[in-house]
């Protein structure tokens, strides 16, 4: 079986973001970049199945040049090939462009099982492209997954959002997106990082993916930003330190903001 | 007027807020046409509160299966409205199944979409707050028709009564092959609490909290303001508090019309899935905690007396009203 | 230039950049896990005087024990990677850094370098595992710098050999599954593998430390213990033996002290941008400012000669004076560094909650273990002038 993650190059969560003032995209260059923790867990729930089923594993990433170190991480923690989709006319990709991007790569894998990936990347807001994904390659989608099973061509798994859990189950091939609670990703080891540096990674562009790109339209550009402008900072409102009448200083301001 | 579909949530028996948010903000582009998927006879029982709510045309996606596999028999009913109406949008909630279905949608479509959106306005510009909260970016969709997912909370919802006109659609059966089947469902421990998501009130606890048992502080005062339960990710990595109930950048956005912080010192990772909430209250008992600074009403102090007692007070003044 | 401070102040150089991907992603690994796994924790440990046993597996894993030999289970990096590993170890403490050179530099490579192949293979997949661990028993009581004279002797019985003695201020000594033991016989100075449990094998940790708190240190005690010829590191003769894992762990020690004195300066850089006294941070005084201007000064210096050094053993080429002129240097300006950060600090320096006391607390070991200051002062007196003047 051949296990596809897909994974994504993310400035550090800790550290500021702030947008491009030329095309509304994110700005990555003052920012340290990592490879998003969500995907981590990812790459290491295909990792563990590798090592207990049996599986080649490998590791999709779009992105510019640095997404490389992305793909060269999880090489280090032991998947065993790389595709890194590079292309500059992917800059700001909308989720439906990204997701028939991802797709279109998955497809060059043969012999899919499993398409893995996190539940939501840190920097975006886009938690809808695994789904996009498996709509696009026809695959039931296993999302919001912390705990999965896979055995004997089935697959399932237990998802949980704010409305509760569930327990699901499909045939494979799916797509399945973990949380940040399904493992404790691995470090790589010094042996996976020296030999990451071996391992297959193909650099694909737009053309090799889409070899009639321009009829096919993928191109076109789906929302336009019309204006982007920093949010004021929420400032202090009312300060207190508690003298034990906190509670009832509280309730009046809920009643006078007609919370209560 | 155009028409606007709006993927009605509901539990099976009632049709949740968030639906009326959505249908508050279809008016403004159009009319508003309510799609309903689920299992036969539902749209009998969520039919006269859609029409309470503007919605002038009710679409029933009914089938036995509708609640067995997760968001494809939602994306099927939208896909085939959507070709059949052409509308000028499509508006989900931004929970986390209507993202999902949203994803699909504009996938199947080739059509832009637009997440997390706080405001539409009539020529269906939409706005968004990205980044944690830290911008406003307000965006068209050019191709294709829109899949707008919606904050929930960022609308008021209105009744508007109309007469809705009622109509059966036939799906396809459910490919298996392509869907994932849900084979049991748990609902959310908070019992009769609101989603964290569409909750118009979230009390959250962090660090501060000290211990599972202190959650319980949190859940009667979440529920003395018949609001959901939240946890930073200090206490849930702590173990405090299941996962699922995590706000922020890895956890869930929230912007409830109150937002109440206890012990959250409030890190740059938690700040992003709430600063966007109407008005935040927060308890700490470290002065330079960053969530005072942000909050509408901070109080320094510890949370285990300012909490119950802001409980006792709730429940007091709600009795007396 | 902007108004942020440099949070780490080896950027100034950009000493980075020299490096090669795969060294600097060996580097970031190491700091990420101490990051998770130890930094939160240190300050207790080292209160407490607790060694977290329970890491040396996950080292293993990782690939830190023994990491620059090739073969038997070990990673085969470069040697600069195994000194931005120890740089970054030290960073956290020297204790970890201590525990990591005694298991890969001493126990690991006397074993690697003049054991026989039943040695390398009984030990040493173990021991980069990190599931056994191992000590190295050169110094006594009463012999530190003149390791000739040692005490502890060796005699033939028939096949065997009986071995009595003792050696002080081991590294690992009381958690050991084996112990690499130098002992005098007939024929010269010659090492012994020791397991853990042999009979007249004891050890006992040595208390009430004010240094290197997070590890163990020991006093082995060899009393009649009967050993079979294959117990011996057979290529291993006179004090050539002992002396070459020295200059092993002594190559790891000269890079470590640039992490103790990097961790000290970052936390006096942000404590220093963050304590305001009459109405401004103290960074922005010029004494304050002299102070931290001097320390990255030497601080670059001292990461260059690492560098340097790590380049030159990479290419086969380094000699042992060499090594003395980095630890001499390295050692005597990290202690400078920690302690004068911890006088940035004030009062709040002398509480365990920052770095800069504990690194320098450290660095009063290191300062004298692996050769003394003033041992490797003499060693380069003597590669300049000819004049032996050790005695």
Request: glycine share 10%.
């Amino acid at each position: 079986m051949n296990i596809v993650v897909l994974v994504k190059q993310v400035p550090d969560t800790a550290a500021e973001r702030t947008l491009s003032g030329t095309d509304h995209t994110l700005d990555r260059e003052g920012a340290d970049l990592v490879l998003d923790e969500i995907n981590e867990r990812a790459a290491e729930e295909a990792l563990t199945l590798k090592e207990t089923a049996g599986a080649e594993v490998t590791v999709v990433s779009m992105g510019p040049d640095s997404a490389l170190d992305a793909i060269r991480t999880v090489l280090a923690m032991g998947a065993d090939r790389g595709i890194h989709v590079r292309d500059d006319r992917l800059r700001g990709a909308d989720v439906v462009t990204t997701a028939k991007v991802l797709a279109a790569a998955v497809r060059t894998v043969g012999d899919v099982g499993l398409v893995l990936a996190g539940n939501a990347t840190t920097d975006g807001q886009a938690s809808a492209v695994p789904a996009a994904v498996a709509d696009l390659l026809g695959l039931p989608q296993l999302t919001q997954v912390r705990e999965l099973r896979v055995t004997a061509g089935r697959v399932r798994a237990e998802r949980e959002t704010e409305h509760g859990e569930a327990t699901l189950d499909a045939p494979l091939p799916a797509l399945v997106s973990v949380t940040e609670k399904i493992n404790e990703p691995r470090y790589p080891s010094f042996k996976g990082i020296m030999a990451a540096r071996k391992k297959p990674v193909e650099t694909v562009g737009l053309d090799d993916l889409f070899p009639d790109a321009d009829a096919v339209g993928f191109l076109v550009t789906r929302t336009r930003v019309v204006e982007a402008v920093p949010r004021p900072a929420r400032t202090a409102g009312v300060r207190v330190t508690d003298d034990g009448s906190a509670d009832r200083q509280v309730a009046d301001y809920l009643i006078a903001r007609k919370l209560l | 007027m155009p028409e606007v579909l709006v993927l009605v949530d509901h539990d099976g028996e009632r049709v949740h807020h968030t639906t009326y948010e959505l249908l508050a903000a279809a008016r403004r582009l159009g009319d508003p046409a309510a799609v309903v998927v689920g299992t036969p006879g539902i749209t009998g029982r969520l039919g006269e509160s859609l029409a309470r709510h503007g919605a002038r045309s009710v679409q029933a996606a009914e089938s036995a299966e509708a609640d067995e596999f997760l968001a494809t028999p939602a994306v099927d009913a939208l896909e085939h409205v959507t070709r059949e109406v052409s509308p000028v949008a499509v508006l989900v909630s931004a929970t986390t199944d209507g993202k999902e279905v949203a994803g699909r949608l504009a996938a199947r479509l080739d059509a832009g979409l637009l997440t997390d959106v706080v405001d539409v306005d009539p020529s269906g510009v939409a706005t968004q707050v990205v980044f944690g909260g830290s911008y406003i970016v307000r965006s068209l969709v050019t191709h294709g028709p829109p899949v707008i997912a919606l904050r929930p909370g960022s609308f008021e919802p209105e009744e508007c009564p109309v007469e809705a006109r009622q109509r059966g659609l036939a799906l396809p059966p459910v490919d298996p092959a392509r869907s994932a089947r849900v084979t049991a469902r748990r609902t959310a421990l908070g019992g009769d609490r609101p989603g964290l998501t569409e909750a118009a009130v979230v009390v959250s606890g962090g660090r501060g909290v000290g211990g599972a048992d202190g959650f319980k502080v949190v859940e009667e005062l979440a529920d003395a303001l018949g609001g959901a339960v939240g946890a930073s990710r200090a206490a849930v990595d702590a173990g405090y508090y299941p996962h699922q109930y995590q706000v922020g950048q890895t956890g869930k956005s929230v912007s409830p019309q109150l937002y109440i912080a206890l012990g959250i010192s409030g890190a740059i990772q938690h700040l992003a899935g709430m600063q966007t909430s109407k008005t935040i209250v927060a308890v700490n008992k470290d002065p330079e905690a960053p969530i005072l600074d942000l909050a509408d009403f901070g109080v320094v102090g510890d949370l285990f007396t300012v909490a119950p007692g802001l409980t006792r007070e709730v429940t007091a003044r709600r009795a007396g009203s | 230039m902007s108004g942020k401070p440099l949070k780490d102040p080896l950027d100034l150089l950009d000493i980075a950049s020299v490096l090669s991907d795969e060294e600097r992603e060996i580097q970031a690994t190491v700091a990420r896990f101490l990051a998770d796994r130890v930094r939160p924790h240190i300050g207790e440990w080292f209160e407490n005087a607790h060694f977290a046993r329970e890491l040396a597996p996950e080292l293993g894993k990782l690939g830190v024990l023994g990491m620059h030999l090739e073969g038997y289970g070990c990673a085969g990096t470069n040697a600069v990677s195994y000194g931005l590993a120890c740089l970054e170890l030290e960073a956290a403490d020297s204790g970890f850094r201590s525990f990591v050179s005694v298991q890969g530099s001493l126990s690991m490579y006397s074993i690697w370098k003049w054991g026989s192949e039943e040695q390398k293979q009984e030990w040493l997949p173990r021991l980069a595992a990190g599931e056994a661990i191992g000590c190295f028993g050169l110094t006594e009581p009463d012999f530190g710098s003149n390791p000739a004279g040692m005490r502890t002797r060796a005699v033939r019985d028939g096949g065997d050999w009986i071995l009595n003695g003792s050696k002080m201020w081991i590294t690992n000594g009381g958690i050991a599954d084996v112990a690499t033991v130098w002992a005098q016989t007939e024929d010269g100075v010659r090492g012994f593998l020791v397991p853990r449990g042999t009979p007249g094998f004891t050890t006992q940790d040595i208390k009430q430390k004010m240094s290197l708190r997070a590890s163990i240190t020991s006093e082995l005690y060899f009393d009649d213990v009967r050993l079979p010829d294959s117990a011996r590191l057979p290529l291993a003769e006179g004090l050539r033996g002992p002396l070459s894992c020295l200059n092993e762990a002594r190559f790891g020690i000269l890079f470590g002290v640039v992490g103790a004195a990097r961790d000290a300066l970052q936390a006096a850089i942000d404590y220093a941008d963050s304590r305001v006294q009459f109405d401004k941070p103290i960074s922005a005084f010029q004494l304050t400012q002299k102070k931290l201007a001097d320390m990255t000064v030497s601080l670059g210096g001292a990461a260059l000669l690492a560098l340097h050094l790590g380049r030159l053993k990479d290419q086969h080429r380094i000699r042992p004076e060499q090594i003395s002129v980095g630890k001499l240097n390295n050692v005597r300006e990290a202690i400078a560094i920690a302690r004068e950060c911890r006088s940035v600090l004030g009062a709040n320096g002398v509480s365990l909650e920052y770095s800069p006391l504990r690194h320098a607390n450290n660095l009063e070991s290191v300062l004298t273990y692996e050769g003394t200051n003033e041992m490797h002062t003499l060693v380069v007196g003597q590669a300049i002038t000819g004049h032996p003047a050790f005695r």
